[in-house]
């Protein structure tokens, strides 16, 4: 098998080889960044060409890979048809270019897709909760509700400033926050 490669590989012209050995390296690179991050959710960030909010440019190590890899093998592909060296580096790039950009679209569309899991318990308030566990009058400890929180029913810490405890199943208005996770409630009028 190694003499069948190395016979193939020694019978290819030197532009051939650029271009075939572009391709194949960036391409073995490329499918190795989209196994990780499909697989295993890693990213390799980027330079901020576009979209500063997931992390992921246009020029980034994956974006950079693609463009390489439609070079490669569109210079490949070029030169077997025949073309001049000129024409098919420009054709080359402009196709690199473009899988660059498809590559950036559609790992901005993963992107979106993903979600971290974190809750903000700021998203609560103005939601109704039901009391689960008695909340004691003047802001004491130890009171818990069930609130809809990002489309997930949450049990939270809770408070409120009123002067009689609120039973379990009692329907309450969430107010305010106290800290990242304690929410403060009023019973409902």
């Given amino acids: ?13 030197f532009d051939l080889q650029i271009f075939y050995g572009i391709a194949i390296v960036s391409l073995i690179v490329l499918s190795f960044q989209m196994i990780l991050t499909l697989f295993f959710g890693m990213d390799d960030g980027g330079f901020e060409i576009a979209d500063h909010d997931s992390g992921m440019g246009v020029f980034s190590v994956r974006g950079i890979t693609a463009f390489f890899t439609g070079f490669g093998w569109t210079g490949v592909i070029c030169t077997r048809r025949g073309l001049d060296l ?3 580096v420009a054709i080359a790039f402009v196709v690199g270019f473009g899988l660059m950009l498809i590559i950036y679209q559609m790992m901005r569309s993963f992107m979106r897709l993903q979600s971290n899991g974190k809750l903000d318990y700021s998203n609560a308030v103005g939601q109704i909760a039901t009391v689960y566990l008695t909340i004691s009058p003047v802001q004491r400890a130890g009171g818990q509700v069930e609130v809809m929180i990002q489309g997930r029913l949450v049990t939270a810490e809770a ?3 009123g002067s009689q405890p609120l039973a379990p199943g009692t329907k309450v208005k969430v107010v305010n926050t106290i800290g990242a996770t304690t929410l403060v409630v009023e019973p409902l009028d």
């Fill in 159 to 161: 408070l409120q400033k």
């Fill in 1 to 13: 098998m190694v003499h069948f490669i190395q016979s193939w590989w020694d019978a290819l012209n």
């Fill in 86 to 88: 000129i024409p098919t």
